[in-house]
């Protein structure tokens, strides 16, 4: 993996463990003297203020309207909804992942194909696409949420093999950090 590769994962798994409000600055992580590599590391890992929220539990969600609507499609909670593309992308319709995943519902490309989803940058496609998914990971685990966080994360081969959340940490987070936006209990 190279250094790039690697600052860009640390700084995207930063920020999703990033949980205070903008308005607790942390502190500036430390550098390692004398490396590029450090200088970079410490750059990615500056907390970014985030945008005003509007109340407790929406967050910067300047696509409110499109995000009901599609759950509403799609037989989806759309604080559920909301919860998952604050996660994936915290509302930013040009996020990408390391992995490839893109916009505001963070698909990877042949799933967003299989979605009919063509340009997965567009903030309505992508919406629509994440919903269409979600929807169907609803179905493959009966309902079960939990299983289709996990499944939408990781994988629906994943979640099966293991017969629920896979011990990921990474998928445990993203399960635990959605529900808690959906619930309002994370803000």
């Avoid at 759309?78 to 992942?97: C, K, Q």
């Avoid at 995943?101 to 992508?126: K, R, W």
Wanted: hydrophobic share 45%.
């Amino acid at each position: 993996m190279s250094i790039d590769a690697t600052v860009a994962r640390v700084s995207e798994l930063a920020a999703l463990l990033t949980f205070s409000p903008p308005a607790a600055a942390a502190p500036a992580p430390a550098t390692i003297p004398g490396t590029a590599f450090g200088s970079q590391l410490a750059t990615a890992m500056t907390p970014v203020s985030a945008p005003a929220t509007t109340t407790a539990t929406a967050g910067a969600n300047p696509f409110a309207a499109e995000i009901s609507a599609a759950a509403a499609r799609h037989g989806i909670d759309p604080n559920l909804l909301t919860g998952l593309i604050r996660a994936e992308s915290n509302f930013d319709p040009n996020a990408g992942s390391p992995a490839g995943a893109q916009g505001l519902a963070q698909l990877m490309p042949a799933t967003a194909a299989g979605l009919g989803v063509t340009n997965p940058l567009d903030p309505v496609q992508s919406i629509e696409g994440g919903a269409r998914y979600l929807r169907q990971q609803l179905d493959r685990f009966g309902g079960d949420v939990t299983k289709a966080l996990a499944a939408y994360n990781a994988g629906p081969g994943a979640v099966e093999r293991f017969g629920g959340v896979p011990p990921y940490e990474e998928t445990q987070n993203y399960v635990r950090r959605v529900l808690g936006y959906a619930q309002g209990t994370i803000a």
